[in-house]
């Protein structure tokens, strides 16, 4: 037998960080997970219509937007707690954790404009920033991807933006996927020390492009021969329920409290 078979294999890789590509794995796999977790909501027995929730969304913020009156915004804050408190620990803490950041941001950048007299707008922007983040937050975590298309197209919403923005949903979950498994790979391929990692990235990401063209080559052929005209056709008879009628209704007292509190 060849002398260098019978000698003991005392390998010793060098010790390196792989800390760049275990923080992309997991922020890759935290954003896969959560546009998951919203594809996968399903409407209940008492559910609200993705169509109601959208709409009155929009109607909430435009008068935050428009509002002058704290005590309006003191209303909406109320309601949206109350809608907080009937959901998960753990959806509430996301909620009003992405709330809370954003409204101190504003805080910081409107800090310099109460030295200067401005108090109103320290006050009341960060409090219109809380609530119209936590009303989209609460519309984002409630329903699913599917259904708010469905919604803008009830809304006559042109078929090109929900078509660009179902398919670039799509993308993002399985170009996530594709990324995934190269990260695998060359965390499984680096072994010892590795000096070469961010030349693999780069290689990473070329390879990432060249594979969305293909697939979306792929996807424009498919289509082309399913026939698919780029209309999206959407269930216009919708029912009417109990859950929906007292979420209409108290939007309703909200507008009313808007208009009274205004000529106050």
Known sequence: MPEWLLKDENYQPLSDRDTFIDKSI?????????????????????????????ECTFLLIVLLSVSKNILFVAAVGAYLLAVLSLLPAEKIIRILKAGLIISFFSFLVLLPSFFMGNRYSLVMIPLKTLATVTAISLLSHTTGWHSVTGALKSFFIP???????????????????????????????????????????????????????????????????????????VNRHIRFTAADFLYILVHIVLVLIFAYLQHI
């Open 159 to 233: 078929d090109l933006f929900i078509f660009v923005l179902d398919i670039t949903i799509k993308y993002i979950v399985m170009l996530g996927d594709f990324s995934l498994n190269m990260l695998y790979s060359l965390r499984l391929r680096s072994v010892g020390k590795n000096t070469g990692k961010y030349s693999s990235l780069s290689g990473i990401a070329g390879t990432m492009f060249i594979r969305s063209k293909e697939m979306a080559e792929d996807m424009y052929a498919a289509m082309e021969c399913r026939g698919f005209t780029g209309d999206y056709c």
């Open 26 to 54: 997991l922020s890759l796999l935290r954003i896969l997970s959560r546009i998951r977790a919203q594809s996968g909501y399903t409407t209940g027995k008492y559910s609200v219509h993705a169509v109601y929730k959208v």
